[in-house]
């Protein structure tokens, strides 16, 4: 185990510093002008040059790559070019809200997923497999904003029993887990349905029949921890996603999470706060994946982590 997560951690920064390399690179080329959004519109050319001198954007790329990453090394993530504060602290104060919303929207996305993947792969072939996998791919194709303005409509308007968006309160949590969760729950659902067919086919599912096994037996203890393995590892990837890319949900609800600040960030080419959201994201995948594979040998031994 200690070799295993110390080769696991050495992957680790180098996919971060793969990650912060291309990221970097891909800013420096874009074609806006960090300099012209901070002096702003009406700023003259001599204005503009003595701002970019101030944030050091009249180096060559390597030294500002190099300078970052020096920085980085010590946890200075920089300061914001617009709102002239700590990217740790912008990011510190909307961590909460989207690990909050990453929690209940996984829980929902498991809830949703893994039951209705379970029913179709045991009623395979049938009306219910047909229509459940229908459903999953009405959740798949449909925009979030839909979900939600719909969520919003009929729980909160109609039926009036949420509030129409806000953060602080459990109620305020509900319609925008629910609607991540049916989002990603369709693929759940399918991912599920798949694996539960492939465990069906398995001799050790024969033999607890041949043995008279109870079915509901047969079904938690043989088939659910076998089949739930492929969606142990979407969930490490759903971390990262989490952590700033959605936007649509955030800005439905009024959910002060990561993703507004990187939308604002993205409009003002705010290079540092690109840069932490983004290697926070990194972060989240590469540490979700992580706890995947350790998680992974726990349900079922004959995993083994080599």
Same mark, same amino acid.
């Given at each position: 185990?200690?070799?295993?997560?110390?080769?696991?951690?050495? +992957?680790?920064?180098?996919?971060?510093?793969?990650?912060?390399?291309?990221?970097?690179?891909?800013?420096?080329?874009?074609?806006?002008?960090?300099?012209?959004?901070?002096?702003?519109?009406?700023?003259? =050319?001599?204005?503009?040059?003595?701002?970019?001198?101030?944030?050091?954007?009249?180096?060559?790329?390597?030294?500002?790559?190099?300078? /970052?990453?020096?920085?980085?090394?010590? $946890?200075?993530?920089?300061?914001? /070019?617009?709102? &002239?504060? +700590?990217?740790?602290?912008?990011?510190?104060?909307?961590?909460?809200?989207?690990? @909050?919303?990453?929690?209940?929207?996984?829980?929902?996305?498991?809830?949703?997923?893994?039951? #209705?993947?379970?029913?179709?792969?045991?009623?395979?072939?049938?009306?219910? %497999?047909?229509?459940?996998?229908?459903?999953?791919?009405?959740?798949?194709?449909?925009?979030?904003?839909?979900?939600?303005?719909?969520?919003?409509?009929?729980?909160?308007?109609?039926? $009036?029993?949420?509030?129409?968006?806000?953060? $602080?309160?459990? +109620?305020?949590?509900? #319609?925008?887990?629910?609607?991540?969760?049916?989002?990603? $729950?369709?693929?759940?659902? &399918?991912?599920?349905?798949?694996?539960?067919?492939?465990?069906?086919?398995?001799?050790?599912?024969?033999?607890?029949?041949? =043995?008279? *096994?109870?079915?509901?037996?047969?079904?938690?203890?043989?088939? *659910?921890?076998?089949?739930?393995?492929?969606?142990?590892?979407?969930?490490?990837?759903?971390?990262?996603?989490?952590?700033?890319?959605?936007?649509?949900?955030?800005?439905?609800?009024?959910?002060?999470?990561?993703?507004?600040?990187?939308? +604002?960030?993205?409009?003002?080419?705010?290079?540092?706060?690109?840069?932490?959201?983004? @290697?926070?994201?990194?972060?989240?995948?590469?540490?979700?994946?992580?706890?995947?594979?350790?998680?992974?040998?726990?349900? %079922?031994?004959?995993?083994?982590? &080599?």
């Amino acid at each position: 185990m200690p070799a295993y997560l110390a080769r696991r951690l050495v +992957q680790a920064a180098l996919i971060l510093l793969g990650v912060a390399a291309i990221t970097y690179l891909l800013l420096y080329m874009l074609p806006a002008d960090p300099a012209r959004m901070v002096a702003g519109r009406s700023a003259g =050319k001599e204005q503009v040059e003595m701002v970019r001198m101030q944030l050091g954007l009249d180096r060559p790329i390597w030294e500002q790559f190099g300078s /970052y990453m020096w920085k980085l090394l010590q $946890g200075d993530l920089g300061r914001s /070019y617009l709102q &002239r504060v +700590q990217v740790t602290e912008l990011l510190g104060a909307r961590l909460p809200a989207s690990l @909050l919303l990453m929690v209940g929207a996984i829980f929902c996305e498991l809830v949703i997923g893994v039951t #209705l993947g379970m029913i179709a792969g045991l009623r395979r072939g049938t009306a219910v %497999d047909q229509t459940l996998m229908v459903v999953a791919l009405v959740f798949i194709s449909t925009p979030q904003f839909v979900i939600a303005l719909s969520l919003l409509y009929v729980f909160a308007y109609w039926l $009036g029993w949420f509030s129409i968006g806000g953060y $602080g309160e459990f +109620q305020h949590l509900v #319609l925008p887990s629910l609607t991540l969760g049916l989002l990603g $729950g369709g693929w759940y659902a &399918r991912v599920t349905r798949s694996s539960v067919i492939e465990v069906l086919r398995q001799d050790f599912i024969r033999t607890a029949r041949a =043995k008279g *096994l109870d079915r509901w037996r047969i079904v938690l203890v043989h088939i *659910l921890p076998n089949a739930v393995l492929p969606i142990i590892a979407m969930v490490g990837i759903d971390i990262g996603y989490f952590m700033g890319s959605i936007v649509v949900v955030e800005s439905v609800f009024g959910w002060p999470g990561i993703g507004q600040l990187t939308w +604002q960030a993205i409009q003002q080419i705010d290079i540092p706060i690109i840069m932490g959201v983004t @290697l926070l994201s990194a972060c989240a995948i590469v540490l979700g994946n992580l706890l995947a594979d350790l998680v992974a040998p726990l349900i %079922d031994p004959r995993i083994k982590l &080599r």
